[in-house]
C-alpha cells in the first residue's frame, strides 16, 4: 500500500515563501513519478509541478521561476518549494503518484497567502 502525508502549509504574506514536504510510503519511492497538485477555493485542481525518478522537472506556467519541486529517494520525500508567493497561489496543495495503475494522493495541506 501507498500512503503520501502532506506537511508544511501555513498563511503567509505576498511575497513571503514556504515549502512543502510529501513523505511517502513504499520501497520502490525512487522509481515514481511524483506530482503536486492545488486545488483554489471554488476551482478544480490542477497540476503544478512534476518530478520524473530521472529528476527532470516540469512546471505549470504561473508558477515557473517561483516554485522549486525536488526529491530526496533516501527520505522517500517530495518538496515544494514556493518562492514569491502571491494571493492566487491560495489552495490545497496535494501530493499524488500513480502506483499500480491507480492514482494516489495524500489529504492534502493548506496555504493561504493573504496580508
Known amino acids: 500500500q501507498v500512503y503520501l502525508r502532506e506537511s508544511g502549509g501555513g498563511l503567509v504574506q505576498p511575497g513571503e515563501s514556504l515549502r512543502l514536504s510529501c513523505a511517502a510510503s513504499?520501497?520502490?519511492?525512487?522509481?515514481?513519478?511524483m506530482n503536486w497538485y492545488r486545488q483554489p477555493p471554488g476551482r478544480e485542481r490542477e497540476l503544478v509541478a512534476s518530478i520524473s525518478s530521472a529528476g527532470t522537472t516540469n512546471y505549470e506556467d504561473s508558477v515557473k521561476g517561483r516554485f522549486a519541486i525536488s526529491r530526496d529517494n533516501v527520505r522517500n520525500t517530495v518538496y515544494l518549494q514556493m518562492n514569491t508567493l502571491r494571493p492566487e497561489d491560495t489552495a490545497v496543495y496535494y501530493c499524488?503518484?500513480?502506483?499500480?495503475?491507480?492514482?494516489?494522493w495524500g489529504k492534502g495541506t493548506l496555504v493561504t497567502v493573504s496580508s
Open positions: 513504499g520501497s520502490t519511492f525512487k522509481l515514481w513519478t
Open positions: 499524488q503518484t500513480k502506483y499500480n495503475d491507480a492514482n494516489r
